[in-house]
């Protein structure tokens, strides 16, 4: 048999153990996912205003077309999944669009 599954059948073989062991002995985390969060038109454009891009750079790093941010900064849309996140993670650290440059500015 392969080493890989040796190494699949020992780690099961030792949580099984440990699952029936009144003694624990195997470490144990709790993961916790945080919500999307949810954007208004208002804190969009702020956060593209933040990155100094235009609607069309902004729309080109975050993978969607500008139709969609200029609908996400009229109201009439709002941005969901992916795209949250990474309008999030550029609210959280705005040198997201430096050190991740998708898109280069002249």
Request: aromatic residues 6%; proline residues 3%; glycine residues 6%.
């Amino acid at each position: 048999m392969s080493s890989v599954y040796n190494s699949i059948m020992a780690g099961l073989s030792e949580a099984i153990e440990d699952a029936r062991s009144k003694e624990k002995k195997l470490n144990k985390r709790i993961v916790t996912i945080m919500p999307v969060k949810e954007y208004n038109a208002d804190k969009i454009k702020e956060i593209r205003k933040m990155t100094g891009m235009s609607q069309l750079l902004f729309a080109g790093y975050l993978g969607v077309s500008c139709k969609t941010v200029e609908a996400w900064e009229s109201g009439v849309n709002r941005p969901s999944g992916a795209a949250s996140r990474i309008l999030n993670m550029m609210e959280l650290n705005q040198n997201l669009t430096k050190d991740f440059p998708f898109v280069q500015i002249k």
